[in-house]
């Protein structure tokens, strides 16, 4: 089963626009993380935020936590074309023994140039 | 270092029959997790390896199995598939508890007709 919702889920926008991505997640994380995947690949990993962590920056990406809302989002900041992809968040559950993600449903982002 | 490799890319099989794919993850990552993604359900984790020792597994039924071997390759079965088997299966790996986040491979497309 999927953990929660991901919103919009689809998003266009201009070249060097921001894309924010909302998610929402219903249990108690670990932590939370987020993929990109392209036309149906594998999924590659953008960035992890911990329980514990309300913001993290990596490049072009911030994500925010707010664990009491169990919410996070997602900013891609001055958009390229290359950024084109579908966008998970997944939750690493504190209730999980080993490894196991439960995603969301993603957000289909298109940049145009 | 080189990736996860996922074998086959792609697949067509026949109702009914099985099929098995291969996962090879990182040299030293010892977690192999699998998921399955389709349109309608998304990415749905299936089960996780650890050690050779099945550590999680997801709600699908007992015709979906796995194992892992000493070199921590991993390898997906799947007895008398159906049509609503077709979809794109993605391993990932890690080195321990995944706090860092999970290396994805490109998947195999499978399609049963």
């Known amino acids: 089963s999927q953990q929660g919702e991901e919103d919009p889920q689809a998003l266009s926008i201009q070249e060097g626009e921001n894309a924010t991505m909302n998610c929402s997640y219903k249990?108690?994380?670990?932590?939370l993380q987020w993929y990109r995947q392209n036309s149906g690949r594998g999924l590659v990993h953008l960035i992890l935020?911990?329980?514990?962590?309300r913001e993290k920056h990596s490049g072009r990406l911030r994500v925010t936590l707010d664990t009491s809302k169990k919410s996070s989002s997602l900013l891609i900041t001055a958009s390229r074309a290359a950024d084109t992809a579908s966008y998970f968040c997944?939750?690493?559950?504190?209730?999980?023994?080993?490894?196991?993600?439960?995603f969301g449903g993603g957000t289909r982002l298109m940049v145009k140039p | 270092k080189a990736g996860v490799t996922q074998t086959p890319r792609y697949l067509i099989k026949t109702r009914g029959q099985q099929v098995t794919l291969s996962c090879s993850p990182i040299?030293?990552?010892?977690?192999v997790s699998w998921y399955q993604q389709t349109p309608g359900q998304g990415l749905q984790f299936l089960f996780e390896?650890?050690?050779?020792?099945?550590?999680n597994k997801g709600n699908f039924p007992g015709r979906f199995s796995g194992r892992q071997f000493s070199n921590s390759r991993s390898e997906m079965n799947v007895s008398t598939l159906e049509l609503g088997d077709s979809a794109l299966y993605l391993c990932?790996?890690?080195?321990?508890?995944?706090?860092?986040?999970?290396?994805f491979g490109s998947g195999t497309r499978l399609t049963v007709v």
């Open positions: 997944a939750t690493d559950d504190i209730s999980n023994a080993g490894n196991m993600l439960t």
């Open positions: 935020i911990r329980s514990n962590e």
């Open positions: 249990t108690s994380i670990n932590n």
């Open positions: 040299s030293g990552h010892r977690s």
């Open positions: 990932a790996s890690s080195l321990g508890q995944g706090v860092w986040g999970y290396t």
């Open positions: 390896y650890f050690s050779e020792t099945q550590r």
